[in-house]
């Protein structure tokens, strides 16, 4: 049949089984939008407050859920406002379809209005990207584009389509997804036996896990893995819940605000087994000193992060679930109990810990984990409040905590929380914010309150940039510059006057009701949680210390700092 290119876009969504669409109409993509209003019973669109709202909640539906999340944006500052999102869905590995339009071809590249070569501007920050001129390659690039997104290491795509393109017609025939199947191609019997050899020689070995096995869904195969190499269990931000948060073997973080346990257990260990992890520099601290005394065996989808940050005694490249899968049955179950008992030890004698005396992040978070009995799908902005959110939350199961590992990007929870809770209607989506962060996207409230989402917004509120505030405070010699907030805005009546319920907490009685309030609600609610501007995440590393050099409050109060 003929079809405009418009009309393609459509199909190809429905191709995809999409059911969920985040966007923002404006000229350049009114033909997209008038078909998409014709299939509203197929594919919801959710009208964001801003295009970086959408890119964010397209993430967060896509990390939440499994599928890819797609966004839509008009051109030149439509499609500009989406980046931001694209480089965090690109530094995460999150699937993601961003589709923009254009103005028309006879207009590109002559700086007509609201044009941009957005496909040149994301060009480093997406996976893959095209800008479809001719409306006969428009249904196979968008196939191609979905496959990409999806295919081993998950990443961003944008599909750029000129407006002259979209109403344009061509034949178009119906066809099937592709099924996606496990990235298998590099991983070798050779290699799987040299890891196994490598593991049944070790005798202090650690487990580090990171977001590659919450992506590939790993989470049984990982805890027989960690059970046959008795083993302690660490992991990254991005790791959260793909090894069982509850369970004995657990350490906890590792990295700048990781765990004492974990930093000093992975500094003395002799075979360090990384599975889905890039190390990132807030793991590493100092790379010459990281796990000095170990071999590093190293399980990763993308052969491009063997030896990029650390260098790997041997690898193992492959889907994680799949690697985990062979690797398993060739293993005899390990003992190392003098071990397991030493790293016990280190993590019974330095618990996470912090203030008691009045409201605290920490307590905010612990309290959530109560109500919610750890079943909440978390949501973060970034700072301090994301590290505690990390710390006091215990994630049993993947896919229960989203933030921004990669880019750090403050303003991402709120948007990322809409995405997850529309993909997850019977689950309690949390986003925890500080203050600084919600300040940037907080318009999206409005966004919540139009459709109706029982989402929580809990904003940590300490009246400074509290993450800065802390650098400053250990570094630059308590220097507060540009980081105080000592302005007069109300966040309960801002909540308020878009629609939400607003509530504030000022002591740890408070926020247990209303929090308690909240969960009865199933409305939007924001509470207002007024902390200390002083307090800080505990334990530290300072940049480009050893991990093995972590520090808390404790330590610097018997050195005198």
Not at 39 to 45: A, G, N, Q
Not at 49 to 60: F, I, L, M, N, V
Not at 248 to 264: D, R, V
Not at 296 to 311: C, M, R, S
Request: hydrophobic fraction near 40%; include cysteine.
């Amino acid at each position: 049949m003929e079809l405009t290119g418009a009309q393609i876009v459509i199909e190809c969504l429905k191709e995809q089984k999409v059911d969920t669409v985040f966007g923002y109409p404006g000229g350049a993509i009114l033909n997209v939008y008038d078909e998409l209003y014709k299939h509203s019973d197929e594919i919801h669109h959710v009208l964001t407050s801003h295009e970086q709202g959408a890119s964010h909640a397209a993430d967060g539906y896509a990390r939440s859920t499994g599928k890819v999340g797609v966004c839509l944006a008009t051109s030149g500052p439509g499609a500009t406002n989406l980046v931001t999102g694209i480089a965090t869905a690109q530094m995460d590995s999150v699937p993601m379809v961003a589709i923009t339009c254009n103005v028309t071809v006879p207009l590109l590249g002559k700086d007509s209005f609201q044009e941009v070569d957005i496909a040149g501007i994301t060009m480093p920050i997406t996976k893959h990207n095209f800008i479809v001129k001719d409306v006969t390659k428009l249904a196979d690039t968008m196939r191609r584009a979905f496959m990409i997104a999806k295919t081993g290491r998950p990443g961003p795509v944008l599909v750029d389509i000129p407006k002259d393109v979209t109403g344009a017609k061509c034949e178009y025939t119906f066809k099937e997804a592709e099924p996606v199947g496990r990235v298998t191609k590099d991983l070798t019997e050779e290699a799987l036996e040299r890891a196994v050899a490598l593991i049944e020689a070790a005798k202090k070995p650690y487990i580090f896990v990171g977001g590659g096995a919450v992506i590939s869904d790993a989470a049984e195969e990982l805890a027989d893995f960690v059970s046959l190499v008795d083993a302690p269990a660490c992991d990254t931000l991005m790791g959260k819940g793909a090894f069982d948060g509850t369970k004995p073997a657990y350490t906890g973080m590792l990295g700048m605000h990781g765990t004492k346990a974990s930093n000093l257990g992975v500094s003395e260990c002799d075979l360090l087994i990384a599975v889905g992890s890039r190390f990132s520099d807030r793991v590493l601290g100092n790379p010459k000193t990281f796990a000095s005394n170990a071999k590093l065996l190293q399980f990763d989808v993308d052969p491009a992060e063997i030896n990029k940050n650390v260098i790997a005694t041997a690898e193992v490249i492959g889907d994680i679930k799949e690697i985990l899968k062979r690797i398993n049955p060739m293993l005899k179950k390990q003992d190392h109990s003098d071990w397991m008992a030493h790293v016990m030890d280190l993590k019974e004698k330095y618990p996470a810990s912090y203030c008691t005396d009045g409201l605290s992040g920490p307590f905010v978070v612990e309290e959530i984990y109560r109500q919610t009995k750890g079943d909440a799908i978390m949501v973060t902005e970034v700072g301090q409040h994301q590290m505690w959110t990390a710390q006091y939350y215990k994630y049993a199961k993947p896919h229960r905590l989203l933030t921004s590992g990669g880019l750090g990007t403050m303003g991402y929870g709120l948007g990322a929380a809409i995405g997850a809770q529309i993909g997850n209607p019977d689950k309690q989506v949390v986003n925890v914010a500080g203050d600084g962060c919600f300040r940037m996207n907080m318009n999206e409230v409005a966004t919540a309150v139009r459709e109706n989402l029982p989402l929580i917004e809990v904003i940590i509120n300490n009246h400074v940039l509290g993450m800065v505030r802390q650098w400053q405070t250990l570094f630059y010699d308590k220097r507060y510059s540009s980081t105080v907030l000592n302005d007069g805005v109300d966040y309960v009546k801002m909540a308020e006057a878009m629609g939400a319920t607003g509530f504030r907490a000022t002591s740890k009685e408070e926020f247990t009701e209303v929090f308690a309030k909240a969960l009865d609600m199933k409305t939007p609610v924001v509470i207002d949680c007024v902390i200390n501007c002083d307090d800080k995440v505990w334990p530290m590393v300072a940049p480009g210390a050893p991990i093995s050099d972590c520090f808390d409050d404790k330590d610097i109060e018997k050195k005198g700092m």
